[in-house]
Structures are given as structure tokens and as C-alpha cells.
Nanobody, 124 residues
């Protein structure tokens, strides 16, 4: 069974840095997109950054030039380097994998998976 697990969250002062990491485990043949979403308190979940197998990146406008997403296709991992953090970056961050191909029994599946989420708090 496919699982995504995040690590690296915590508390940091404004202007500081954190690095989030996520590993996807299980029977995985390929993953089209890996990325990060976040959900600030009382707000809906929003896309932060995604990266394709080929390395094409997409960012939320408010994090461009501050966050950098990277992935290791061979290890099924994705990371988010967050610099110059602001209090408004406080949220639960979720790892996401889309177009993930796995196998259960004799059948192949292509789907979307989420990690349980990890808290990031940025103090002013």
C-alpha cells in the first residue's frame, strides 16, 4: 500500500528557513507530479509547489523566490526548501503525489495520494 510521510516541520522565527521532506513508499512504478499543499488556520487548502518527473516546477505566487521544490525520482522523494519565512506561511503542509502508478494484486492503479500533514509555525 502506498504511503506518503512528511518530515521537517516545526517552529521558526520570521526570516528563518525550514526544509520539508516527503517519501513515498510501497509499490510505485512512476509518479507524474509530486508537490506540496498547505492549509493555513481557517482557510482552504492551497497549492504551494509542484514538480514533474522531468523537473518542471510550478509555485504559488506568494512563495516564488523564497521556496524551492526538488525531487529524487529514483527514491520517490520530494523536498521543499523554505527560506525567508513569513508568519503567513504558518500552516499544515501536505505532501502530494499525483499520477502515481501502483499495483495491487494483479491490477495496476493510477491515482492521487496525500501525506498526513506536518505543522509549520512561523513566529513574528
Amino acid at each position: 500500500q502506498v504511503q506518503l510521510v512528511e518530515s521537517g516541520g516545526g517552529l521558526v522565527q520570521a526570516g528563518g528557513s525550514l526544509r520539508l521532506s516527503c517519501v513515498a513508499s510501497g509499490i510505485i512504478y512512476s509518479i507524474d507530479y509530486m508537490g506540496w499543499y498547505r492549509q493555513p488556520p481557517g482557510q482552504p487548502r492551497e497549492l504551494v509547489a509542484t514538480i514533474t518527473t522531468g523537473g518542471t516546477r510550478n509555485y504559488l505566487d506568494s512563495v516564488k523566490d523564497r521556496f524551492t521544490i526538488s525531487r529524487d525520482n529514483a527514491k520517490n522523494t520530494v523536498s521543499l526548501q523554505m527560506d525567508s519565512l513569513k508568519p503567513e506561511d504558518t500552516a499544515v503542509y501536505y505532501c502530494h503525489a499525483d499520477g502515481l502508478v501502483t499495483k495491487e494484486g494483479a491490477s495496476y492503479y493510477r491515482g492521487r495520494y496525500w501525506g498526513p500533514g506536518i505543522q509549520v509555525n512561523v513566529s513574528s
